[in-house]
């Protein structure tokens, strides 16, 4: 008899859940960005790792010997009932976990069936009617053991419009937020398992589908993507996929909710004294307190200044040059840092307050200046070096914070170009106006039509589509003899700089 290894009983504990998948990502070439530190793990594991894993583990495909069956499921998953109080596992999983929000996340409940009777198979059903049997019980058998660490993980899975859960994500997860850091090791989780066995264009998609949607969101009006919108196809994703799926359209509707709470907090007037009146406001002992110095506020007005030019940046001949960006002068550089330092410091004097509902954990949330003071304390402690890091640390705010921070940015520089004082030329990727960044913040019309589309297609579809596109815009590089070429409106086929997790 096989020996049966318990390496999925180390995700049935928060805590080991967490420690699992801390540590920091892997960046790679092919398009998907990044590897997580479980993946790179798995990579590296001897073939007798798998053959000692469970059947129903997504780890192994092979059944050769074995029909996964439900009641065999049901038999594997007796090593999570409670001993102690003689409690069964699966009744009270079923009940409060799979028919409350599998269905919805599956999307079963609009055939007005339970995800049991559409994916798994009865009497003598044949694979040909029930193609996605086995997925189904490996996800079961995946989310089981998830559960058993914390049954609201899946609760918050099914999440939809929620400001706070912008927070909760697989990628960069707070810092200070354990209840953050756990729920990325469930994320984490779910994909390192779900993602195994899948081609690399099905793995780039999952991982980059977020900004997939954001990106044809922008572009849905263009020559080259307003005719594939359009197309439907047959729902042939197994359960698995549909999971990864579901959870990057949440991660948009959060950020839309996200926009609208913020977007009357970023416009907020300011003007070329503002920093001038912050530092003095540090020296009387009268004046306003407020926990961030001004020093601190200068510094990260120049982690603003990172957020859209990804990649380091280095001086030459008077510039500020980076790969992928227009060069920029040291001047303008020196500029737009003013800028934004003189909007933050006039939020902070009009005590602008951006209020938490608390986390999920019932912790409150810092406040804005409290997290313009861990910000600055965390990154490099001037500007020049702030400027050549690879890429800001943004992972112990609130993320209603660090989206503050990006588009108050934002609106500050557009409202200096409609002023006259900055070129237009300086950052012209960025919203050039401030009506443009209100916008960016509206709901976009277009938004529902591309998750229409996501929604209404099956992920090899996607794939096709996003792939076609991909190498029609680089054979447009290559006429145009345009740079990089290799990273393209969605996917970036060279490696990319990741901040460190690890301190």
């Not at 929000?101 to 009617?129: F, H, M």
């Not at 040291?330 to 934004?340: A, G, H």
């Not at 004097?349 to 910000?375: M, Y």
Request: glycine share 4%; charged share 30%; aromatic share 8%.
């Amino acid at each position: 008899m096989k020996e049966i290894i318990t390496e999925k009983q180390e995700i049935t504990n928060k805590d080991s859940l967490r420690r699992r998948h801390a540590g920091n990502y892997t960046p790679i070439e092919n398009g998907e960005r990044y590897l997580l530190p479980y993946e790179v793990h798995l990579r590296n594991q001897l073939p007798e790792f798998v053959e000692r894993l469970s059947d129903y583990d997504f780890l192994k495909l092979s059944t050769q010997f074995s029909e996964l069956t439900f009641s065999g499921l049901q038999k594997e998953l007796e090593c999570l009932d409670d001993l102690d109080s003689g409690t069964g596992f699966w009744k009270n999983f079923n009940e409060s976990a799979l028919n409350k929000y599998l269905n919805s996340i599956l999307g079963t409940t609009k055939r007005k069936k339970g995800w049991k009777q559409v994916y798994i198979k009865k009497d003598k059903e044949t694979d040909a009617e029930k193609p996605h049997h086995n997925d189904m019980l490996r996800c079961i058998y995946l989310l089981a053991h998830l559960h058993k660490a914390s049954p609201s993980f899946i609760s918050q899975l099914a999440k939809v419009n929620d400001v706070w859960s912008t927070d909760l994500r697989v990628y960069y997860p707070r810092k200070d937020f354990t209840f953050s850091e756990e729920y990325a090791g469930y994320l984490s989780e779910l994909y390192a398992n779900m993602l195994f066995h899948q081609p690399d264009r099905i793995r780039r998609l999952i991982k980059c589908l977020d900004v997939c949607i954001e990106k044809l969101i922008n572009c849905a009006d263009s020559k080259w993507i307003s005719l594939f919108l359009k197309d439907r196809t047959e729902d042939t994703d197994p359960p698995s996929l549909k999971i990864l799926k579901y959870n990057q359209i949440a991660s948009i509707t959060h950020f839309t909710v996200l926009n609208k709470y913020l977007q009357g907090k970023v416009t907020g007037p300011f003007n070329p004294t503002s920093f001038a009146k912050l530092e003095a406001n540090e020296k009387d002992p009268s004046g306003l307190q407020i926990i961030a110095t001004a020093q601190q506020y200068k510094l990260v007005a120049a982690l603003c200044m990172k957020l859209p030019l990804p990649n380091p940046l280095r001086k030459e001949n008077g510039n500020w040059v980076s790969e992928g960006a227009d060069p920029i002068s040291c001047q303008d550089m020196d500029i737009c840092i003013e800028i934004v330092a003189n909007s933050l410091a006039a939020d902070a004097l009009n005590q602008l307050i951006i209020k938490s509902d608390g986390t999920k954990s019932g912790k409150r949330d810092t406040s804005l200046s409290a997290a313009i003071k861990k910000l600055a304390e965390q990154n490099p402690q001037t500007i020049e070096e702030i400027l050549e890091i690879d890429s800001p640390d943004f992972a112990s705010i609130p993320e209603l914070y660090s989206h503050y921070l990006r588009k108050r940015s934002e609106y500050a520089l557009a409202k200096a170009r409609s002023l006259g004082d900055l070129e237009r030329s300086v950052l012209g990727s960025m919203p050039l106006t401030p009506q443009a960044v209100i916008e960016s913040m509206q709901p976009n019309p277009n938004t529902e039509k591309v998750l229409e589309y996501i929604r209404g297609n099956n992920l090899d579809k996607i794939s096709d589509d996003i792939e076609c596109l991909e190498r029609d815009l680089k054979m447009m590089r290559l006429r145009e003899r345009a740079e990089p070429i290799e990273v393209g409106l969605i996917y970036q086929f060279v490696k990319p700089c990741l901040p460190s997790r690890i301190e």
